[in-house]
């Protein structure tokens, strides 16, 4: 079991920078590919990032691609999410999500944080 914890998210302006933190506790974090997945109102779950357990191996959605920087600290147990140059649209619940395969699909991911709110406004 993997518990995964989310923190981070704020009310800003457009422009603006978060960073979300992912704490995970429980066994072989270490060894989980983690994703960053947004949902905003409305809209249906979708994939922002994703790290495998060495780094090695990262990817983006187009729509943060340049904007957004995912990171991992295994000694820490935590994963991070650098959201620069913020826009009304990256507004949503952000949840941060650990499975066994690096994957853009949410239906990979075992374990899942119970989210935290990110607003932008204009």
């Known amino acids: 079991q993997v518990q995964l914890v989310e923190s981070g998210g704020g009310l800003v302006q457009a422009g603006d920078s978060l960073r979300l933190s992912c704490a995970a506790s429980?066994?072989?974090?270490?060894?989980?590919?983690m994703g960053w997945f947004r949902q905003a109102p409305g809209k249906e779950r979708e994939f922002v990032a994703v790290?495998?357990?060495?780094?090695?191996?990262?990817a983006y959605a187009d729509s943060v691609k340049a904007r957004f920087t995912i990171s991992r600290d295994n000694a820490k147990n935590t994963v991070f999410l650098q959201m620069n140059s913020l826009k009304p649209e990256d507004t949503a619940v952000y949840y941060c999500?650990?499975?066994?395969?690096?994957?853009?699909?949410?239906?990979?991911?075992?374990?899942w944080g119970q989210g935290t709110q990110v607003t932008v406004s204009s």
């Open positions: 999500a650990a499975g066994r395969v690096a994957d853009i699909y949410s239906r990979v991911y075992d374990y």
């Open positions: 429980g066994r072989t974090f270490s060894r989980n590919a």
């Open positions: 790290t495998t357990w060495s780094g090695s191996n990262i």
